[in-house]
């Protein structure tokens, strides 16, 4: 088992953009983090092995009060086998991140830090409806050193309405100068049921040209290199040693176990989910009849998944993890963009090229098993 994932669906506010379940019902916080340790107790089995990493993710956990952190993490550590090196990471918000705060995460395990900065600019920030300013996020950042994180990852998102290379360009600077371990950077995404999807069907909104959101991340690219960051994922930079390494066993596809409302679980062959709804995900497990969607990946899905990840990562595709008529399919499917050089075939890897990766999801959707 390489991960266990906890799932935080609390909000002090809905951004316009996000899709994942989250509830800004801070009434029922208690009653969920009782609810997340039964379930940890009731399904101590399904993780026989030592975890090498812990994802504590929302939502925004850091809206969780310094005794329910203990709590959590005080259960988490009695109910499994967490490894000594474990990776340990938590999202935070960066207006979260107080005083009071940084010194209750210096009294826990959490070892790697998450932060939703999205953008320097207070319009756009504003836009999102996120709650922090951007003269909080540098401050967030050296109280987190003070607090004795030594990993720290942002977020950005590029593409908004409007936004120009030049604005793109400051925020870039500005995340290079925090000097952190990790970024990740999101094309900004009207996701149907967001906010954001309403405003853009309605006209109020309008998407980013494609050349200018292509010339952004190209930018990024060039940019997080020069500043020593390695890209190994496509959405993803590091600084030597400082990969995710939870998200990395995601990509690698090894097995996981996910609690809490809406979260999933894979252990390689089905997948398990709790349900999207955190009174229903509460009372199911209270009464001990947790609510759950399961399914049996077949061998064409197990492969397109396979494409699905493999593929997003600088390592690439390994081509002998394929049962022969899969790896057979898959290089006659491939050997047009092979041609084209958006795909490149090296010591039994399939990996994209940089040009490869602006059309990734065309590539890797013609890659893939049909019905």
């Not at 340790?37 to 009060?65: F, H, N």
């Not at 950042?141 to 590029?158: H, K, T, Y």
Request: proline share 3%; charged share 25%.
């Amino acid at each position: 088992m390489a991960g266990i994932y906890l799932h935080v669906p609390f909000c002090g506010s809905r951004c316009i953009y996000c899709g994942f379940y989250s509830t800004t019902r801070h009434d029922l916080q208690q009653r969920y983090v009782d609810a997340l340790c039964m379930e940890m107790t009731q399904r101590q089995k399904e993780c026989p092995a030592q975890a090498d990493t812990v994802y504590i993710g929302g939502g925004t956990p850091s809206q969780l009060s310094a005794q329910q952190l203990h709590q959590l993490f005080r259960h988490l550590g009695n109910t499994y086998d967490i490894s000594a090196q474990a990776e340990i990471t938590m999202e935070c918000n960066p207006d979260d991140i107080t005083e009071a705060f940084a010194a209750t995460l210096s009294a826990l395990p959490v070892n790697r830090v998450s932060m939703g900065v999205q953008t320097f600019d207070d319009h756009r920030l504003r836009f999102l409806r996120r709650r922090h300013t951007a003269a909080q996020i540098p401050i967030a950042v050296e109280r987190l050193r003070e607090a004795g994180i030594r990993n720290i990852s942002v977020d950005l998102m590029f593409a908004f309405p409007n936004e120009t290379i030049a604005d793109w360009h400051h925020d870039i600077e500005a995340a290079v100068a925090l000097d952190v371990e990790h970024l990740s950077a999101y094309s900004l995404m009207y996701e149907e049921g967001t906010v954001l999807h309403t405003l853009l069907e309605q006209g109020q909104v309008g998407e980013a040209d494609e050349e200018v959101a292509r010339q952004m991340f190209s930018d990024l690219m060039d940019r997080l290199a020069d500043a020593g960051y390695e890209h190994y994922e496509i959405s993803n930079f590091a600084k030597h040693t400082f990969r995710s390494r939870h998200n990395s066993s995601y990509w690698q596809g090894v097995p996981y176990l996910g609690l809490g409302a809406a979260a999933h679980s894979y252990d390689g062959r089905h997948r398990r989910w709790n349900i999207d709804d955190v009174e229903q995900y509460i009372e199911g497990i209270e009464n001990g009849c947790p609510v759950v969607g399961a399914e049996t990946l077949d061998d064409d899905t197990r492969y397109n998944e396979q494409i699905m990840t493999a593929l997003r990562t600088f390592e690439g595709l390994a081509l002998d993890r394929l049962q022969e008529s899969y790896r057979d399919y898959c290089l006659s499917q491939a050997r047009p963009f092979i041609d084209d050089r958006l795909l490149t075939l090296q010591a039994g890897r399939l990996r994209l090229s940089r040009r490869g990766i602006f059309v990734s999801n065309m590539i890797m959707s013609s890659l893939m098993m049909t019905d």
